[in-house]
């Protein structure tokens, strides 16, 4: 009886340092088993005390007066599947006749508290169906991306949501974005490793870092074209304005719209194009966006004209062509000038990571997420990376980014040089490629003279 006792005692203390120093390695040996049993032993209580029932049928009732039987308890959704995940569990649930979704994602707070869980997250598969995702720990204090994920042409996978699910980025489904930050944000981490994924991808990548370059000229050799000033950067997306108008050519001489030619193999855009003859996709990358809306004499305010309107010539037009746009900057609003709005509207996936104040937040999601903006806001600064996103639906999540440094970044593109595209029409800007870099050592500011 001791030696079981000394047993257990271990197990539970194992159990207690797991849970304090490895939340994940916990949730799978023992979480798992605890948290199933608890959720299907409170069930029917906790649905009861969250108003997730609904009263029996009228014909049991019947049959329970016919029978002078006691009336039949009120009915909770119906448990469909319940599946362990390395993060949580998924409880699939279906609902009753008179349930709503909304009441079920409306009570998640009180679910989360009744089942002892981490998060929990509802949506709607169906009609008459919802997925009750449940987090066993904080997934996002520490990014773990998980080692199989789906990564297909145009759809790589960026962040980890707050769920345990994968966030990707989906080119096909959203074709531009727009991704908002403060400085020290986690802003250039999430660029760095949307980077690195897509240099996995055939795609050309083609950037406009007016940093001086110092954020995408390291990642030079997987890039087609790079341009580091706002004047390179007009005659780039003027040449990618080019580009676009030759491709939409290539698909109308090869639309194929005989008689014989079924409607779904009619080309409207690169993808319904043989793929001997399809042009290889353009992803454009813009950093800090506002270095190129902003100006000071009249003839930076012509170049500021053209930048803008060759961003949204493509953003309305690239689409089709293959061309697709990822805007990144501190603030994105209408004090950046005209066409900035008219811009912004067509970048349907939005990423606010740390903002430093509410109008930040509002130019992401004030006119597709309301809900998210005070999510935005209230991102803590110790927590870089994490970020809220949305979309055109209205829904919208919290994902932290996995840390990417600038030599995993380098390596990968580097790794993957050889899938760089040649594009004719841009080759007057591909970036220089050095064999070797060397730190450029700042001089010391020289003493003035001393007065007599």
């Not at 997730?52 to 049959?63: C, D, G």
């Not at 319940?82 to 709503?100: E, M």
């Not at 050309?204 to 004047?231: H, M, T, W, Y």
């Not at 780039?236 to 290539?250: F, K, R, S």
Request: overall charge positive; some cysteine; glycine content about 6%.
């Amino acid at each position: 009886m001791s030696r079981l006792f000394v047993v257990l005692v271990l197990v539970v203390a194992a159990a207690g340092l797991l849970r304090w120093r490895r939340p994940a390695w916990y949730w799978l040996t023992f979480g798992i088993a605890l948290a199933t049993l608890r959720v299907l032993v409170r069930y029917a209580s906790v649905m009861e005390a969250c108003g997730l029932t609904v009263p029996p049928p009228r014909w049991r009732l019947a049959l329970a007066r016919m029978a002078n039987r006691p009336a039949p308890a009120s009915r909770a959704p119906r448990i469909l599947r319940l599946r362990p995940t390395r993060t949580g569990l998924v409880l699939r649930l279906g609902l009753r006749p008179g349930q709503d979704a909304f009441d079920v994602a409306a009570s998640c707070d009180r679910l989360r508290h009744s089942f002892a869980m981490y998060g929990v997250t509802s949506r709607e598969i169906r009609s008459g169906v919802v997925e009750l995702r449940m987090t066993g720990y904080d997934v996002l204090a520490q990014v773990q991306m998980p080692v199989k994920v789906d990564r297909t042409p145009m759809r790589v996978p960026v962040a980890l949501r707050e769920d345990g699910a994968v966030h990707y980025r989906d080119y096909r489904t959203c074709p531009h974005a727009l991704t908002v930050g403060a400085t020290k944000s986690g802003k250039s981490v999430y660029q760095r490793n949307l980077v690195a994924e897509l240099a996995t991808q055939d795609v050309a990548l083609v950037g406009i870092d007016c940093k001086q370059g110092v954020e995408l000229f390291p990642l030079a050799r997987r890039f087609s074209a790079l341009a580091d000033n706002p004047d390179t950067a007009a005659d780039l997306l003027d040449a990618l304005v080019t580009h676009m108008e030759g491709v939409y050519q290539l698909i109308r001489a090869n639309q194929r719209i005989t008689a014989d030619i079924p409607d779904a193999e009619i080309a409207a855009d690169i993808w319904d194009l043989p793929e001997t003859l399809r042009p290889t996709p353009i992803v454009l990358l813009v950093d800090e966006v506002a270095e190129l809306a902003l100006f000071a004499t009249k003839e930076e305010e012509k170049r500021r004209d053209r930048i803008i309107t060759a961003l949204a010539r493509l953003a309305q037009l690239g689409r089709a062509a293959g061309i697709y746009l990822e805007i990144c900057g501190q603030r994105f609003g209408s004090e950046l000038g005209k066409g900035i709005t008219m811009l912004r509207a067509q970048l349907t996936a939005r990423t606010a990571h740390r903002v430093n104040d509410e109008t930040s937040a509002n130019m992401a999601f004030g006119d597709i997420a309301p809900d998210a903006v005070l999510a935005a806001i209230s991102i803590p600064t110790d927590t870089p990376g994490l970020a809220v996103t949305g979309d055109s639906t209205g829904g919208w999540a919290r994902i932290r980014t996995p840390h990417t440094s600038m030599r995993q970044a380098v390596n990968a593109c580097n790794r993957h040089a050889h899938r760089t595209a040649e594009l004719p029409g841009l080759a007057a800007f591909r970036p220089e490629l050095p064999p070797t870099v060397s730190l450029v050592k700042i001089p010391a500011p020289t003493e003035a003279p001393a007065s007599a």
